[in-house]
């Protein structure tokens, strides 16, 4: 590897420049564990210094047509498309996941964002009532709420930062963002694509560093009224109290503990594949991700045995390996609790049928010290078990059976999380029936992550608050004013 | 002078002219009557009586043109008067009162001017005819003879822009033309042919209407209240003083609003009159209706009296005993919020198809019986209460309305029984059930119809603002089939209503009788005069003079394809109508192997048989998969052979007579073809042995796909099956497509991706999937291809009765 020794320095931006930090936070690669990146730790004052800019950006930004700043994204993705292979690259690098699918889905899908928010800013519509008995008009319109704070999560950088950029920036806001400190790598490198976008300074401000130090001086930040966050429900706690005083208005988007229910007249030829991928993508941190399998018992030998033999089909590679199906995971300390959970699983009687502890993992030297860890499937598990209730954001999966419909539903349904679900049947009548019941903010049926950019995304129960979506997230970096004129 | 000169400053006295201009009485007056464009007052020091002394003060005001003596001087000969004798007074006082000698120049001087004075010289120009008008208005009171009584007219005007001379004429000896009574008021002529507009009469005996009644008659003039009634209303005109504390003196012509009600006011004056008049209770919208204080009174008298609207509408019905109960049916036409005969007492019969004998006879519109209906409802949505009541209350009368057929549920499903065949359950169920429900569901939309605010490129440096309304369309034209008279009617109608139109609904001849008894509730229900009104009658007359009428501005049609395109023909031709069609069907309902085969054998008879198979989206066509063909055949003929036949008044009969005798005779030839082309018939086919035009339910197999039957929509109970290969989905699809109707069609199968293929692939505008004929209010229902286009039912209906204005500002 020609890799060079010098450490990548970033630096934030803010006011259209890149400004230096007096004090920085080491950055690893996940597939060696060695420091490779520095990354500002950044604190009050730089937050401070993105507040002044992004305020004095506001007024010029939020006055332009949605025509002229549609312009402005349809611009940032071409760049962004044309750099395609450089992010997906760093993307790999920086978050340990495959050079696949970096290259296939958390890049192209960031540049799809971008578009995704400049064409449907232009078809935004208020609304207007008449009264015509005591001879009034009502209107409704729309303007941004001002600079909106975005704090977006180390698993999918690049994709979920865009994700919040581009509808606040499209609604006429002006932003700061911080990314994970683990991850800053790709929002580093999307400064440097703004001026040439025409992004006026200002307009987008990244300031990286802790969420101590960053997101709680911009979550309390008086002048910063819309926060939205990506991340954990503990952080999400946190947020909500230091926010409070302020009543800002927040998007939560949190956990999951999301079940796959499987009927015995699932195709399974589809079925398998695609709960190994919702299981393990992205080396299983993905909120989204399958972590709860449900089979109907009449297939469940059968589905198991089907299920194994394809996790240890599931290759575990270094992440610019294109053979890989899953790279390494994102820290040491995130490595460590992901094995625990198997530990206790383990502890409690339950079985490890593949992965962790059972199979061994085959990696080149230099990535011994890297974070890797085998896809795992635990079963003879109980529904109490910290394995069935809590969030494990990593490649290990449950699979349990069950006997009817009725049972399954409540099974499903009795953890604090409502993100993600996925229904396998064929049966017409059936999938309706269950996607109702479910509690999940999201139900696929026969299928997983296909999304839909125009309808709402979102959890319900602990997995969240509010929604995001062309209408949602133009809705939450709005403010609605309804104008009523005598005549 | 002795009297005059005795104050120490001497006295100075106030003239309502600008002196020496209407020297002596009447000032005012003549200041009007010679069309002066300035007007004032002077404040003079007095002289002997000639109004000739110095001048002190004098202030100008302008004139406008329809200006009275009573206008004038409340706006500002009495207000600005007594400042100015105020100032007058001070300048007096600080000694710098000025004595301008007056000039005799300009100088008039006019006699006093009294009714027998005040009488109207037609050979001058509209223009002085007008200030003779407003120069005695309201004192003397200009007049003329005419119709054999001395007629005084008011508030005149000269603004008759957009004004038409249309209507009954009402000769006045001496004038140059006769005037006109129009909706606006009395129109007169000048001796230079210009018109002028009067919209108050004062008759001989002295009662004051609006010029615009005065060839209504008694129903329109004013009550005399009884002392008790004065009394009230006196309790009520301190009300209004109390709720009005703005308005100095409360009079007839003080409008409640234009003095500073709101709407929070309305409320207070309804629970103020609860309380001054033992307890009435007037709804919000009685206010709306009646905002000049003396109109309020008249309101009030009336109901205080139990005149209300209802009672005076007189309904000739004709009764019947049947069913357990007595129904009563009016059987003529409704304009305008009366029952009245068509042109000419035309009558016919309608039939019971039970037993063939005659229920009663029908008035049977003509031409001009449509036009008096458009005229009414146009008049109703322009200038009745329709259009100025809130959305919200016009929801409130639909609700009423629901709740009304609600009550009256049981009789109208006799009626159904009896004009259309309906068998009661069902139509206790689906022809009136699902009316009331539709208009429930569209008396919730009325307050929830809006636009948007659209951002469009800015006009730099200015900034644009685009706004859309969704307005109602005016008149609408409704023509409705006889296969579920009520139903249809309510579908099409309470989207139009809820839209805030007025409607003409044309019922189909051979089914009036539950659209004149919806009338008859649409006049308990309160909603005004005019806005529906229902003519039974044929398509030929009535159908096509509404289609072809220049003031109806849009056709909901539901009936056959044939009489759709000749209705959209006309619509185009006339003055390029809105139309929206429901349409003839052939609709395929496909049933594959692999279906829950006691549910599609279930649903399979009701797709068909459902209300004797007159039912738009029946199912035209069933595709039965190989495999389970003969066992569907096998089963479906058992559970026909289980049918009950009957009085459709019976409560355990399923099938009862078909809806007329030319629809029973049309069904007889359809099996006769479907025989001779080769089509197998297993069951039914023939006349049911029994009096009344009863069909058997029957069924053919075999049936192939150049066959008439099965092309052709029998609209009675006749079941067509053909069969498919197994598997053979694509097949099966192009031969369900193969039609150029696309109203309906459904599929029975377990499979969900076979289910979503196929409901994707069915060119139709409602796909079933293990279910059929499940209809509901809030689901757009409507036809592609030549089964029509526009829905009923769901928000979408509601588009079908609204147009859009785009509205752009620049600011």
Known sequence: MAETKALLLLENFIDGKFLPCNSYIDSYDPSTGEVYCRVPNSGKDEVEAAVVAARAAFPAWSSRSPQERSQVLYQLADLLEQSLDVFAEAESKDQGKTITLARTMDIPRSVQNFRFFASSILHQTAECTQMEHQGCMHYTVRDPVGIAGLISPWNLPLYLLTWKIAPAIAAGNTVIAKPSELTSVTAWMMCKLLEKAGVPPGVVNIVFGTGPRVGEALVSHPEVPVISFTGSQPTAERITQLSAPYCKKLSLELGGKNPAIIFEDANLEECIPTTIRSSFANQGEICLCTSRIFVQKSIYNDFLKRFVEAARMWKVGIPSDPSASMGALISKAHLEKVRNYVKRACAEGAQVLCGEGVDKLILPPRNQTGYFMLPTVITDIKDESCCMKEEIFGPVTCIVPFDNEEEVIQRANNVKYGLAATVWSSNVGRVHRVAKKLQSGLVWTNCWLIRELNLPFGGMKSSGVGREGAKESYEFFTEVKTITIKH | ?811
Not at chain 2, 21 to 38: E, M, P, Q, V
Not at chain 2, 254 to 281: H, I, Y
């Open chain 2, 1 to 811: 002078m002795e009297v005059i000169n005795a104050p120490r400053h001497g006295s100075i006295i106030y003239h309502p002219s600008l002196l020496p201009r209407h020297r002596g009485a009447s000032a005012i007056n003549w200041t009007l009557i010679h069309g002066d464009k300035k007007g004032g007052f002077t404040i003079f020091w007095a002289d002997d009586g000639l109004d000739t002394g110095d001048l002190l003060l004098q202030k100008e005001c302008e004139v406008l043109p329809d200006d009275t003596v009573s206008t004038l001087y409340n706006r500002f000969l009495f207000p600005e008067g007594v400042k100015g004798m105020v100032q007058a007074v001070r300048l007096i006082a600080q000694g710098k009162a000025p004595r301008h000698p007056q000039p005799e120049e300009g100088a008039t001087y006019e006699g006093i001017q009294k009714k027998e004075t005040a009488k109207i010289n037609w050979a001058q120009s509209a223009e002085d005819i007008h200030n003779w008008i407003r120069g005695n208005d309201k004192v003397p009171g200009a007049w003329t003879e005419a119709c054999g009584q001395k007629l005084t007219f008011f508030n005149s005007t000269l603004n008759t822009a957009g004004l038409m001379p249309e209507g009954d004429a009402l000769p006045i000896p001496e004038a140059h033309r006769p005037g006109v009574v129009t909706k606006a008021g009395l129109i007169l002529f000048g001796n230079d042919d210009r018109m002028l507009l009067v919209k108050n009469i004062q008759l001989e005996d002295g009662k004051m209407i609006p010029a615009a009644n005065f060839f209504r008659g008694a129903d329109s003039s004013a009550l005399e209240l009884t002392e008790a009634e004065q009394a009230t209303a006196e309790a009520v005109r301190s009300a209004w003083k109390r709720i009005l504390p703005n308005v100095p003196e409360v009079e007839d012509a003080t409008d409640f609003f234009k003095s500073g009600a709101a709407s929070v006011d309305v409320v207070r004056l309804v629970e103020e009159v609860k309380e001054l008049c033992g307890g009435l209770e007037l709804e919000n919208e009685d206010i709306y209706m009646a905002t000049a204080f003396g109109d309020f009174i008249q309101l009030l008298v009336r109901r205080l009296r139990g005149e209300d609207g209802e009672s005076e509408c007189v309904i000739d019905h004709v009764e019947k005993s049947v069913n357990k109960m007595t129904v009563q049916m009016p059987h003529q036409l409704f304009i305008g919020g009366a029952f009245v005969d068509a042109e000419g007492a035309k009558t016919y019969d309608t039939i019971n198809p039970t037993d063939g004998s005659v229920i009663c006879q029908v008035s049977l519109a003509q031409v001009s019986d449509v036009d008096k209906a458009v005229a009414a409802a146009k008049d109703a949505f322009e200038n009745g209460q329709w259009g100025k009541i809130s959305a919200r209350d016009r929801g409130r009368l639909l609700y009423r309305l629901a709740d009304l057929m609600e009550q009256h549920q049981e009789e109208l499903a006799t009626i159904e029984a009896l004009d259309a065949g309906a068998v009661y359950t069902l139509a206790l169920k689906t022809h009136v059930g699902m009316s009331i429900q539709t208009f429930r569901y569209f008396a919730g939309w009325c307050d929830k119809i809006q636009g948007s605010t659209i951002p469009i490129n800015q006009a730099r440096p200015n900034r644009n603002l685009t706004l859309t309304r969704k307005e109602p369309i005016g008149v609408c034209g409704i023509v409705i089939p006889w296969n579920y008279p009520l139903m249809m009617l309510a579908w099409k109608t309470a989207a139009c209503l809820a839209a805030g139109n007025t409607v003409v609904i044309k019922p189909a001849q051979v089914t009036p009788l539950t659209a004149l008894k919806f009338a008859e509730l649409t006049l308990k229900a309160g909603i005004p005069k005019g806005v529906v009104n229902i003519l039974p009658g044929s398509g030929s007359l009535v159908g096509q003079r509404l289609s072809d009428h220049p003031d109806v501005r849009k056709i909901g049609f539901t009936g056959s394809t044939e009489v759709g395109k000749h209705i959209m023909k006309s619509c185009a031709l006339s003055n390029v109508k809105k139309v929206s069609l429901e349409l003839g069907g052939k609709s395929p309902l496909l049933i594959f192997a692999d279906c829950d085969l006691n549910k599609a054998v279930q649903m399979g008879v009701s797709s068909v048989f459902f209300n004797k198979g007159e039912n738009c989206i029946a199912a035209g066509r069933l595709f039965v998969e190989d495999s389970i063909h003969d066992q569907f055949v096998q089963r479906v003929v058992e559970e026909v052979r289980k049918m009950k036949i009957g009085n459709p008044l019976d409560r355990d009969t399923n099938h009862g007579p078909q809806n007329h005798q030319a629809h029973l005779r049309k069904l007889l030839e359809y099996c006769q073809r479907g025989v001779t082309e080769g089509a197998t018939l297993v069951c039914g086919g023939k006349q049911v042995p029994r009096p009344g035009f009863f069909f058997e339910p029957t069924v053919f197999t075999d049936v192939e796909d150049h066959m008439f039957i099965a092309k052709e929509e029998s609209f009675g109970p006749v079941m067509i099956i053909s069969r498919f290969a197994n598997g053979d989905i694509d097949g099966v699809l192009s031969r369900a497509n193969a039609t150029e109707f696309g109203l309906a069609s459904g599929v029975f199968t377990r499979d969900l991706s076979k289910a979503l293929y196929i409901s994707d692939k069915l060119d139709a505008g409602t796909v079933f999937v293990n279910t059929y004929n499940k209809t509901d209010v809030a689901a757009p229902f409507g036809g592609f291809k030549q089964s029509g286009f526009g829905k009923d039912l769901g928000e979408a209906a509601l588009n079908e009765y609204l147009r859009i204005k785009t509205v752009t500002f620049e600011y």
